[in-house]
């Protein structure tokens, strides 16, 4: 799905206008009834108390057509107008208007902070007070009120854009914006929803079709995507019938150290499990009988050192190569890296400690084959790229590293960023569980895996990165967040693939 900007969507909006040849008040019916009837498939008709507070834009006028409709069936509204601004908008007055057939409770006007009403634990809060057509910060007693709903522990659903959010900044520290528990957006998900800075205030989050018109958002130029089932099954390719393992690809893992085997045994452990044909690995002596008991199905080459790498098996045989779990910055690990950089010339995955010997040695980066790939989390990434100023600026500067070093980067996180030059992919599985040691590793076993089984590796990752996630959210549903190991996590990557390949074969029906 596209990630769009608010200047698309309004652009969408007026191109939908023209060629469905429906007025706008149509198309704000045709959205905030789709608001309405995700409301009523929840509450069922329950009496709670339900206030919405309606700017006098377009987003106060969706706020009035879901109050008509609330009303009409019955649930107990009270509706308030922020009168933040009095060059209301036409569907916002045309909507006024249509409430006096259903109430005669008039909406409470807003203007000062001596008309601002209690609001209680409770209370069902509908937040239409400022959508995609925020362009300054919100101020004054406006800003008040969004902290007074903000603190008073009442349901929060935000309509199209929790409040204060700009779809293409990040707020101040002390700006007032709404923290929604959900938010309800309308045609195409927003970057500020995914980011660290700003995801929290979106809470959980649903995509509604409002039916904006289809050839303008097919040919819209956007690189950046979320990436969900739908995406995973479009990259999936299931297995041949006639085939065996050499199709598969080999996988050698190139890491560990004294302490530290744990972590290329599980990345070893995700990648066969993810599909790979063959599986080695290259680790120090220290760690040659626990990965051959904890891992028959994988071989083991060992390093002539006992508890670090120090050299790569340079006429070794493999589809793919990735490096880096558990392996330690010594310098003569650092000469590993070098020697398997000057050896190698497909692409590479680079993980952890191998991130680390980069950022040290940034010679080290144009040795990188075109197109490998980096799984940084955000320390290792700030070693790599420097500091930020926000998520917007990181994004800009991984985009001008990835284009500089021709390298695919993949940013972990609560939503896991993939980029690849001007293209962006937000993942939108896993879960807070997958926040735990080896979590990683096992993200670049599943990633190296799918570069073995030749899937171009920007494709390998943005699909690695969802079934990773997804394996984490079997495991949650079993295990509950706090107990999910990362090994669980592995385990799962089977039932995870099975749940493409089901879809898929359901597609093709
Ligand atoms: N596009 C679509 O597909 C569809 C969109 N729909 C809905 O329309 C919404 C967008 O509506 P909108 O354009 O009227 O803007 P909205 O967010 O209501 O803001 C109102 C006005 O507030 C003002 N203003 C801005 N910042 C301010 C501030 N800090 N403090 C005070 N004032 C401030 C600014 O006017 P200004 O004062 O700058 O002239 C602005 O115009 C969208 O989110 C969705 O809910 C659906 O109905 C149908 C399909
Ligand atoms: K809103």
């Not at 905030?32 to 069922?44: D, G, K, M, S, Y």
């Not at 050896?343 to 940034?362: H, M, R, Y």
């Amino acid at each position: 799905m596209k990630i769009l900007t608010a200047e698309q969507l309004s652009e969408g909006d007026k191109i939908t206008i023209e060629k469905q040849q429906i007025t706008s008040e149509e198309l704000m019916e045709r959205a905030a009834t789709l608001v309405f009837n995700e409301i009523n498939n929840r509450l069922q008709g329950a009496p709670i108390p339900i206030k919405i507070f309606c700017g006098i834009g377009n987003n106060g006028g969706d706020g009035l057509v879901i109050a008509r409709h609330l009303i009409q069936h019955g649930y107990h509204v009270t509706v308030y107008v922020v009168n933040y601004s009095d060059k209301r908008s036409d569907d916002f007055l045309a909507n006024y208007e249509k409430l006096k057939d259903v109430t005669n409770d008039w909406p409470q006007l807003i203007k000062s902070e001596d008309n601002f009403p209690e609001i209680n634990i409770g209370d069902f809060i509908i937040d239409a007070m400022f959508g995609i057509g925020l362009n300054r910060p919100i101020e004054g007693w406006v800003a008040n009120l969004v902290k007074l709903i903000n603190k008073s522990q009442a349901f929060i659903l935000a309509i199209d854009m929790p409040s204060g959010l700009f779809s293409d900044k990040i707020p101040a520290e002390d700006a007032a914006v709404i923290e929604a528990n959900f938010t309800l957006s309308f045609q195409a998900p927003k970057l500020v929803f995914f980011l660290p800075d700003t995801m929290d205030y979106v809470g959980d989050l649903q995509i509604l079709d409002i039916g904006l018109d289809k050839e303008f958002l097919g040919k819209l130029q956007s690189g950046n995507h979320l990436i969900g089932e739908e995406e995973a099954v479009s990259l999936y390719k299931p297995r041949k019938a006639n085939s065996h393992k050499g199709d598969y690809g080999h996988a050698l893992i190139v890491g560990g150290s004294y302490g530290k085997i744990g972590s290329v045994l599980l990345t070893a452990t995700a990648a066969l499990k993810t599909g790979s044909g063959l599986c080695s690995l290259y680790i120090p002596k220290c760690g040659y009988h626990a990965v051959q008991t904890g891992l028959p199905e994988a071989m083991v080459v060992t390093d002539v050192e006992d508890d670090l790498l120090s050299g790569y098996p340079e006429d070794f045989k493999a589809d793919v190569v990735c490096f880096g779990m558990g392996a330690g910055t010594a310098n003569k690990t650092r000469e590993a890296l070098k020697n398997m950089l000057n050896t190698v010339k497909t692409p590479v995955l680079i993980d952890a400690d191998g991130l680390n010997i980069l950022s040290e040695n940034k010679e080290l980066l144009d040795l990188l084959p075109e197109n490998s790939v980096l799984t940084p989390h955000p320390g290792e990434l700030k070693r790599l790229v420097g500091e930020w100023k926000d998520d917007f600026h990181k994004l800009e500067l991984v985009r001008s590293f990835s284009k500089k070093y021709k390298l695919i980067i993949v940013i972990k996180g609560a939503h896991t960023f993939v980029i690849d030059g001007n293209d962006m992919y937000v993942n939108n599985s896993g879960n807070p569980g997958m926040a735990t040691a080896g979590s990683g590793d096992v993200l670049s076993g599943v990633i190296t895996s799918f570069m073995g089984q030749s899937y171009e590796p920007v494709t390998a990752a943005v699909l690695g990165v969802f079934l990773h996630g997804r394996a984490g959210d079997i495991a949650a549903e079993n295990l509950g967040y706090e107990s999910v190991l990362a090994g669980d996590i592995a385990k799962n990557i089977g039932k995870a693939i099975q749940g493409l390949f089901s879809r898929k074969l359901k597609n093709s029906e």
